[in-house]
């Protein structure tokens, strides 16, 4: 199971291998054709169970309106689907639109949630921050 912090555990255990944990992170993937998440490790594949969310956020790229997940991959960063965790109040973002409408939730991890709370500016229209050289508002009620 991973869990909304990160954490992975198997069987009730803690999976307290550092690389494993990593391998397990880079491995996540989403399959649209039957609805579900599962971890991808060249030919074994099992389904695993998700607390909050799938995919961690680990750097965003101002510049190039992105964000590098868990798995990897970098992501469109969409600042409008800036959501607060029910559970603790760390970030939530929408990605990978392209496997299913809406998006899948990414959290934010500590540093990656820091980078982008120092670049929010208050502005005329709210809050917003700097992505492509031109500002993207924030969510109207994101607490900042």
Not at 42 to 54: C, L, M, S, T, Y
Not at 102 to 112: L, Q
Request: hydrophobic share 40%; proline share 5%.
């Amino acid at each position: 199971m991973l869990h909304f912090d990160g954490n992975w555990t198997h069987e009730g255990e803690p999976v307290g291998n550092r690389k494993l944990r990593q391998l397990l992170d880079r491995s996540v993937r989403y399959l649209p054709e039957e609805g579900k998440f599962v971890v991808q490790i060249k030919q074994f594949r099992g389904e695993i169970d998700v607390e909050e969310a799938p995919f961690f956020v680990l750097e965003v790229n101002f510049a190039g309106a992105s964000i590098r997940l868990s798995d990897r991959s970098w992501a469109e960063f969409r600042p409008e689907t800036l959501n607060v965790s029910p559970i603790d109040g760390a970030l939530l973002c929408r990605v990978k639109h392209d496997l299913v409408s809406g998006g899948i939730p990414a959290r934010f991890r500590h540093a990656a949630q820091a980078e982008l709370l120092l670049a929010v500016e208050e502005g005329e229209e709210g809050y917003g921050v700097w992505l492509s050289g031109r500002v993207r508002k924030l969510p109207d009620g994101l607490v900042v």
